[in-house]
């Protein structure tokens, strides 16, 4: 042990070892990040900054390093001086931040006017030196984080980090409140629709399925699926059919078939659904609910849309719905196999279904089985 190490407590070694390894793992030149400069970086960016002082003075990022909130540390240039394990963990697979400026990462997710203010907070000393806001952070492989964010001084008169920049995730939060809500309508509406519970339970668990394998092994050809689409018709296509809530119950309910006018009234459940959905942020959940009956050769409703004007989550979920609805025991149809389900689809490739799609569906048609077989109805 050196005559350094004996002078200095256990655990402001720790913090030494992750200081010295940032030293030496960045050279703090390096940066030039465009935004950096844009916001009135410039060349000054190194001034005052004294490559000894972040060792003797880092003592002060102890009690942060093992916050639960994710929290990364700049100097007074905005560049990024060190990082929690938490903030580490929020930002997996987002570029190597120590050493780079703050807004060369971040900047695109805030708006020009945050980012005004942020620069006016720590350069200018307005409020206190102190910040809040929110925002909402997403890389391609990641789905969407909402976070409220706070920029607070620390230690400014000795310390080279100057300034906290804190993460409070509220994703989770804000997520759970507003599918409670839906749910809600999802279970008033169930109580007048004679499908099951669990066939919506099964519609949403085909559709994440389609749409996880589109997105991992057809990534380029569909840019549009990214971790959140796939968390997001995980929920929504259990909403498809939101809108019977408003279908009169001598319909819905009907034994025999439908009369032509009658057909005309069921119809409407799609755009009562949209209407419904309407005020649900993500504009997928219209989507499924206006969209799910259309075909691909343009005979559905209620639009009569063809091939890609069908947005891709209704095509999706379209697929999912019709091969539950065809293996479920109807008063008016018996249940199907699975392979009769399969090739009875697979005969209107191109006509009902999206022929690309509805060949990744036969790909992977045997975890469509297993996730029926697995969800069954209790007869
Ligand atoms: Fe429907
Ligand atoms: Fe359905």
Known sequence: MTDRETEIPVEELEVLE??????????FSAPTGLLGKAIGLGDDRN???????????SASF??????????????????IIAINPACAKLFVGFPRMEGNYFFDIFGRFFQVEDIRRIRETI?????????KGETRIKSHDMATVQTRVYVFPAEIAKNPVEFVIMFDDVTEENRQLLRAV???????????????GKHITRVNYYSKRLAEELFYSLGT?????????IDNIGFLASMHDVGKIGTPDDILNKEGPLSDWEWTVMREHTKNGAFILSTYPNPMAKEIALSHHERWDGGGYPFQLEGEMIPLAARIVSIADVYDALRMRRS???????????????ADRGTHFDPFLIEVFNIISDEFDKIYKVNRDNE
């Not at 149809?333 to 697979?346: E, G, I, T, Y």
Request: no cysteine.
């Open 18 to 27: 992750l200081v010295e390894e940032i030293d030496e793992a960045e050279d």
């Open 47 to 57: 001034a005052g900054m004294d490559p000894e002082q972040p060792k003797r003075l």
């Open 62 to 79: 102890n009690p942060f390093m093992s916050s639960l909130f994710p929290v990364l540390f700049v100097d007074r240039q905005l560049r």
């Open 123 to 131: 350069v200018g000393g307005k409020n206190g030196y102190s910040w």
């Open 182 to 196: 839906f749910l809600s309508l999802l279970e008033a509406s169930k109580l007048k629709d004679n499908d099951t």
């Open 221 to 229: 050809q569909y840019p549009n699926i990214d971790a959140d689409f």
């Open 332 to 346: 008016y149809k018996p249940a199907l196999s699975h392979d009769v389900a399969v090739s009875k689809m697979m």
